[in-house]
T-cell receptor
Framework: DQQVKQNSPSLSVQEGRISILNCDYTNSMFDYFLWYKKYPAEGPTFLISISSIKDKNEDGRFTVFLNKSAKHLSLHIVPSQPGDSAVYFCAAITSGTYKYIFGTGTRLKVLA | GAVVSQHPSWVICKSGTSVKIECRSLDFQATTMFWYRQFPKQSLMLMATSNEGSKATYEQGVEKDKFLINHASLTLSTLTVTSAHPEDSSFYIC?????????FGPGTRLLVL
């Protein structure tokens, strides 16, 4: 049972435009969500997170939106840069458990 | 941010041998560390939770006798793949939490011939 889903395995965006990566979850016990960026043969790098008490968190070019009623979160990257090309994973946890559940990842390609 | 290292980054071994992978938190202490495995084009799958001073907790379907975990200190956890077989070839990643955020090591690519 895939509790965290990223339905788009890949996404291509022109440099300078907005990249929107989506993530859906099924477990209502999740109350903290994170986005990670991963290059091949490297460990994931933390990007941004959001608590379930918020619906938006912004950090520079990265903004995460959370829609609890829809059990949906998204990562917006504006403006997209070629260096953003990587696989992006969303992850969800229930506070205090540390047990991350990862989505399957979306490969973002930013075209110059 | 917090730094987690892994060693080795890349290992090739013969079938039947054992391989030890180290995970270290470099600038913080971690009573808990996590071991993940990633197959090509798939998500990271949690294998086990490493607990300092106590036994590791394994996820369903993960053989504890095959994947031995030892959390020797507050900065070191080791994963030993015993009697490795080609199907164990994968990318192994550890992580350690700081608050709610996990910081990941760079990963270890294991290839079993």
């Amino acid at each position: 049972d895939q509790q965290v889903k990223q339905n788009s395995p890949s996404l291509s965006v022109q440099e300078g435009r907005i990249s929107i990566l989506n993530c859906d979850y099924t477990n209502s016990m999740f109350d903290y969500f994170l986005w990670y960026k991963k290059y091949p043969a490297e460990g994931p790098t933390f990007l941004i997170s959001i608590s379930s008490i918020k619906d938006k968190n912004e950090d520079g070019r990265f903004t995460v939106f959370l829609n609890k009623s829809a059990k949906h979160l998204s990562l917006h990257i504006v403006p997209s840069q070629p260096g953003d090309s990587a696989v992006y994973f969303c992850a969800a946890i229930t506070s205090g458990t540390y047990k991350y559940i990862f989505g399957t990842g979306t490969r973002l390609k930013v075209l110059a | 941010g917090a730094v987690v290292s892994q060693h080795p980054s890349w290992v090739i071994c013969k079938s039947g041998t054992s391989v030890k992978i180290e995970c270290r938190s470099l600038d913080f202490q971690a009573t808990t560390m996590f071991w993940y495995r990633q197959f090509p084009k798939q998500s990271l799958m949690l294998m086990a939770t490493s607990n300092e001073g106590s036994k590791a907790t394994y996820e369903q379907g993960v053989e504890k006798d095959k994947f031995l975990i030892n959390h020797a200190s507050l900065t070191l956890s080791t994963l030993t793949v015993t009697s490795a077989h080609p199907e164990d070839s994968s990318f192994y990643i550890c992580s350690a939490p700081v608050g709610e955020t996990q910081y990941f090591g760079p990963g270890t690519r294991l290839l079993v011939l």
